[in-house]
């Protein structure tokens, strides 16, 4: 027998509801909302399986978006990757400014290689299948590191940092050792006995670092003649 609807259950004629278009800031809001759930998801499986073995289908599954959403977004695997990398340098210049002292900016390293949201692991992942060929993403990076070496020279002719030290090596004993807990989580593991996400040894192993780059980069006290001699 066929449902029969009380007036209660009808639309008054001339009052059937419509379908609100959203407004052009709630459609920029959606939008930015989901390339950064694509982003996430990104990070997530490139650092995983690096970028060679990382596959859109799996980025778009994870991210819960069509597949054909990061190509309209990102243009293909790529521009994706390149964005990750411009996402990083802009949350760094916003954490990391150049005035932070040398030590807390090892120490902000350490806590940002350890957060899933950022890849510490994609730089690994970058070094075992580097091919000698940078591309532009590489290009923006090392522009990034000139800068970085020319305000660690800045700091060396204020007196900050002992000048005997090159602000290149420096650089780069600092993110080497700064994305030690996730390139290296099982020699971590085995070396601290805990888990390297953990937040008491994320902590710990910052100012530990920072104890040392502190040490190598203070300029050391002048000599005092010996008396004796």
Known sequence: MATQ????????????????????HERQRDAERTKARILDAAVEVFSAKGFDRARVTDIAERAGVNQQLISYYFNSKEGLY????????????????????????????????????????????????????????????????????????ERQRA????????????????????????VYPHLARGLF???TVSPELVEHYAEQLAQVISSLSAVAPPRVPDSHK
Do not use: C
């Open 82 to 153: 390149r964005e990750i990398g411009r996402r990083w340098r802009a949350y760094e210049a916003e954490t990391m400014p150049d005035d932070l002292d040398f030590a807390e900016q090892i120490k902000h390293g350490v806590r940002a290689s350890v957060d899933p949201r950022l890849g510490g692991r994609l730089l690994a992942w970058d070094g075992l299948y580097d091919t000698g060929e940078d591309d532009e993403e590489a290009r923006e990076r090392n522009a990034q590191f000139q800068h970085e070496v020319q305000v660690l020279r």
């Open 5 to 24: 609807h009380t007036p209660q259950d009808q639309e008054p004629a001339g009052r059937q509801r419509t379908r609100r278009s959203p407004a052009p």
């Open 159 to 182: 007196g900050e940092i002992d000048d005997r030290f090159d602000p290149a090596a420096l650089i780069l004993i600092g993110l080497s050792a700064g994305n030690a807990l996730a």
């Open 193 to 195: 006995d805990t888990d």
